[in-house]
């Protein structure tokens, strides 16, 4: 069982970037593959970005082009940097892990951090 734990949410303009990160522990993070999700008030957990063990990823259609999914393996860390903000980014967010191979489908991801708000104002 491998723990999250997200962090470098916060409250910004739109326009602005912003880059979350999300440590692992207990587990061996090279065998995960790595994703993110956000969840606003009222709507459903979507999966935004997904980083596979290779040179895979995935992105949302809402965030392509603007968000970028990376990972430091020695730091045991996923990032996702988020540019060009909008206010309907805003949501809380949420790092996720599996190890299925299949990385662009939401429910192969099975374990959880504890999630971190972004707020994207006007």
């Known amino acids: 069982q491998v723990q999250l734990v997200e962090s470098g949410g916060g409250l910004v303009q739109a326009g602005d970037s912003l880059r979350l990160s999300c440590a692992a522990s207990?587990?061996?993070?090279?065998?995960?593959?790595m994703g993110w999700f956000r969840q606003a008030p009222g709507k459903e957990r979507e999966l935004v970005a997904a980083n596979g063990r290779g040179s895979s990823k995935y992105y949302a259609d809402s965030v392509k082009g603007r968000f970028t999914i990376s990972r430091d393996n020695a730091k045991n860390t996923v990032y996702l940097q988020m540019s060009s903000l909008k206010p309907e980014d805003t949501a809380v967010y949420y790092c996720a892990a599996t190890r299925a191979v299949v990385i662009s489908l939401g429910y192969v991801y099975d374990s959880w951090g504890q999630g971190t708000q972004v707020t994207v104002s006007s």
């Open positions: 207990g587990g061996t993070f090279s065998n995960y593959a």
